[in-house]
């Protein structure tokens, strides 16, 4: 199956609406939100992701899937092509939060965290203090750039 991933245009808004409401995710969306879009060969779009970007970092937040619509191996593809996405933005390195174990991020390529080892660019954003307050919270740290330290 093809996918074909872009910035979230104006004229995806109700859409993507539409899928958050289908997957009872609760975060409200609006256009300054800073999500990637995912849409099938079909033109429907399956999938969203939201990345909050600081100078050459990136922090994934809100993956919001349609899962009757897309596999275990589509959701692997379409989290690389979020990567390859990010590194033509300017991102250098990703990062993403996660709680219990998260093989799938390991797989990937992302190397597990210590807190003190997040840039302060990342540890400013809202998103990330909101994530890192809840318990057994992992971050995990992807370098897109070969450049990057």
Known sequence: ????????????????????????????????????????????????????????YGLLRTMVMDSAKMSSSALVEFIQMALAYAQTEGVETVFAASQGNATLFELLGFKRQETDAIPNEIKEMEHYQTVVEQDGVSIWAYVCSPFSS
């Open 1 to 56: 199956m093809a996918f074909t991933v872009r910035k979230m245009e104006e004229t995806d808004l109700l859409a993507v609406q539409a899928l958050f409401a289908r997957m009872q995710t609760k975060q409200p969306v609006t256009l300054e939100d800073p999500l990637i879009v995912v849409e099938n060969d079909a033109g429907e779009l399956i999938a969203t992701v939201g990345l909050e970007k600081a100078t050459i």
